[in-house]
C-alpha cells in the first residue's frame, strides 16, 4: 500500500483468494474469495483455475481484477469461455465499494491516474461476438462508482483473428495518456477523450524462410512525456516459437515521445520479463529471462535505466545486476531508494539447471 501498512496477495486457485495483510506483523486483516464472482474449477488442469490477475493500491484504495478461462466444443467446434471481476475494496476491513462482473473476455492487468481513472484492456482466443470484445479498451472514473467514459476496439489484422492484450496497457499519471501495445506487436497512444494520437508497428508479422513470425507485444509504460513498449520472444502466427529464428523487434525495449517519434531502443538480448517505473518517473528496472533462442545465461538479471540522462538507451543503463538465474519480476519502492528483484532456477537445453528461488534487495 502507499503508506507501507498493508501487504496484497493474490492467488491462482479453486478459490482465488485476495489477502490484505499488515505489513508490521503479518497477521491477515481480511480474504475475499473471488471464484464466487469468477466461477470455478477443481480439475486437475491448473490453467482453468481462477486467477487474480493483478492488484493495484491507490491512495490506500484497493483494484484488484481476478478471472477464469475455459474451453468447451459444441457441435465439434472448440469455444473459448472467460469471466473476468473488477473489484474497488476498503483497504482496511476488506468491503467491497463495487464490483464489475461477468466481463466475457479476459482481463489481465489494471492501470490507475492520480484522478481516480482506471483502465483495463480484454482479450479473448477467439473473435466470438461478446459483450466486452477482445482488444478493447476502457476507460473509467472510479472515484465512486465506476463510470466508463470511452471505449475503444482494436480490429484484428489478416494473421489472426482476434487481438490479444496481455500486460500491454497503461494511464499516464496525470490520465492525459493512454498506451497499448497488442500481442501481434501493435502498439498505440490515445489521450484523455479516448482519441487515437498515432499508431506504429513494432514488432509486427515479418516472413522469414517462409515463415510467419512476430515479436510478442508484452508490457505498455506511459510518463506524462514518454512511453515505453516491451517486446517479448519470437512466435509463429501459426502458433508455436519458430525454433532458432528470432524477430528483428523481439526482446527489445523501444522508447517514444507523445509525438510518436522514436526516442531510444535497446536490444535486451533476453525476455524483458516485467517492467517497473518509479513514481517520479525517473527510474525504470527490468528484469530479464531468458533467450530461448540464444541461451545466453549472462545478460540474466536487473538492467536499470536513468531515463533522465541525455542520449540512447546505453547511455541511459545506470547500472546491470547479474544473477545466475533468470529475473521473474521486479519493482521499485515508491521512495526510489530500493529495488525488490525475484530471480528463479532455470533449466537450460542440456539439462543443466542453474539458478536458485531467490529474493534480491537493491540499493
Not at 482453468?48 to 492488484?55: C, E, F, L, S, T
Not at 499508431?199 to 512511453?227: F, L, M
Request: proline share 3%; net charge negative; aromatic share 16%.
Amino acid at each position: 500500500s502507499n503508506d507501507g501498512n498493508y501487504v496484497l496477495a493474490g492467488e491462482m486457485s479453486a478459490d482465488a483468494y485476495i489477502y490484505c495483510f499488515r505489513a508490521d506483523d503479518g497477521n491477515l486483516m481480511w480474504k475475499y474469495r473471488a471464484a464466487d464472482d469468477t466461477g470455478t474449477y477443481t480439475g486437475s488442469y491448473s490453467w482453468y483455475k481462477p486467477k487474480v490477475m493483478d492488484i493495484v493500491v491507490s491512495d490506500n484504495e484497493v483494484y484488484s481484477v481476478a478471472y477464469r478461462y475455459w474451453k468447451e466444443k459444441v457441435n465439434g467446434t472448440k469455444y473459448y469461455y472467460y469471466n473476468s471481476t473488477i473489484y474497488k475494496f476498503n483497504i482496511e476491513n476488506g468491503e467491497v465499494i463495487w464490483k464489475i462482473t461477468d466481463i466475457d473476455s479476459g482481463v489481465y492487468k489494471l492501470s490507475i491516474d492520480s484522478n481516480d481513472h482506471l483502465v483495463f484492456a480484454t482479450s479473448a482466443w477467439d473473435n466470438r461476438p461478446r459483450e466486452y470484445p477482445s482488444g478493447s479498451i476502457y476507460y473509467l472514473n472510479v472515484k465512486n462508482t465506476p463510470e466508463f467514459l470511452w471505449n475503444y476496439t482494436i480490429e484484428p489484422t489478416e494473421y489472426k483473428k482476434y487481438v490479444s492484450i496481455w500486460k500491454g496497457i497503461s494511464i499516464s499519471q496525470n490520465g492525459e495518456y493512454v498506451a497499448v501495445l497488442t500481442g501481434l506487436g501493435r502498439a498505440f497512444l490515445f489521450n484523455s477523450e479516448g482519441n487515437l494520437l498515432w499508431a506504429k508497428n513494432i514488432s509486427t508479422p515479418i516472413e522469414i524462410s517462409g515463415i510467419t513470425i512476430y515479436g510478442y507485444g508484452d508490457e505498455a509504460h506511459v510518463t506524462n512525456n514518454e512511453v515505453i513498449f516491451a517486446v517479448g520472444s519470437t512466435f509463429k502466427t501459426a502458433g508455436g516459437r519458430p525454433g532458432g529464428i528470432e524477430h528483428p523487434s523481439a526482446t527489445s525495449l523501444f522508447s517514444y515521445d507523445m509525438n510518436g517519434n522514436l526516442k531510444w531502443k535497446w536490444k535486451v538480448d533476453g525476455y524483458p520479463d516485467y517492467l517497473s517505473l518509479s513514481e517520479d518517473g525517473r527510474y525504470l528496472a527490468v528484469s530479464v529471462a531468458q533467450n530461448i533462442i540464444t541461451e545466453d545465461t549472462e545478460i540474466h538479471g536487473a538492467y536499470i535505466f536513468d531515463l533522465e540522462r541525455p542520449g540512447g538507451a546505453s547511455a541511459k543503463l545506470s547500472w546491470f545486476y547479474h544473477t545466475d538465474g533468470v529475473g521473474v519480476t521486479i519493482d521499485i519502492s515508491p521512495d526510489g531508494k530500493y529495488i525488490a528483484f525475484i530471480e528463479a532456477p532455470v533449466t537450460k537445453s542440456d539439462g543443466e539447471t542453474i539458478g536458485e528461488h531467490k529474493l534480491h534487495i537493491l540499493l
